[in-house]
Nanobody, 127 residues
Framework: QVQLVESGGGLVQAGGSLRLSCAAS????????MGWFRQAPGKEREFVAA????????DLADSVKGRFTIGRDGAKNTVYLQMSSLKPEDTAVYYC????????????????????WGQGTQVTVSS
């Protein structure tokens, strides 16, 4: 099993920044991909970003490109989502997820593909 714990959410004004963290523990040797998803009220969960466990490969949704970055601290088994120029439409619960399949398997944007999930952290952007 892999345990994921998110932190860093909160309330921020439009144009502001937040950094979300996702700490992984347990059988992390089985993890190959880490992803961030978000779900706004009344909407389906959507892909935000993904990173290979090595940190060499990243993928960002078009809606956040140029504003968000994803990174990893291997020593801490932690993945980060740096969010800048936040907009009210970024308001959502953000979830961290881990997959035990290859980054190039074509599954990294599909939430159903992920094997483990964190509890979520709320991000609220006020206008």
């Amino acid at each position: 099993q892999v345990q994921l714990v998110e932190s860093g959410g909160g309330l921020v004004q439009a144009g502001g920044s937040l950094r979300l963290s996702c700490a992984a523990s347990g059988r992390t040797f089985s993890v190959y991909v880490m992803g961030w998803f978000r779900q706004a009220p009344g909407k389906e969960r959507e892909f935000v970003a993904a990173i290979s466990w090595s940190g060499d490969n990243t993928d960002l949704a078009d809606s956040v490109k140029g504003r968000f970055t994803i990174g990893r601290d291997g020593a801490k088994n932690t993945v980060y989502l740096q969010m800048s120029s936040l907009k009210p439409e970024d308001t959502a619960v953000y979830y961290c997820a881990a997959g035990n399949w290859g980054y190039y398997s074509g599954r990294r944007r599909l939430d159903a593909s992920y094997d483990y999930w964190g509890q979520g952290t709320q991000v609220t952007v006020s206008s």
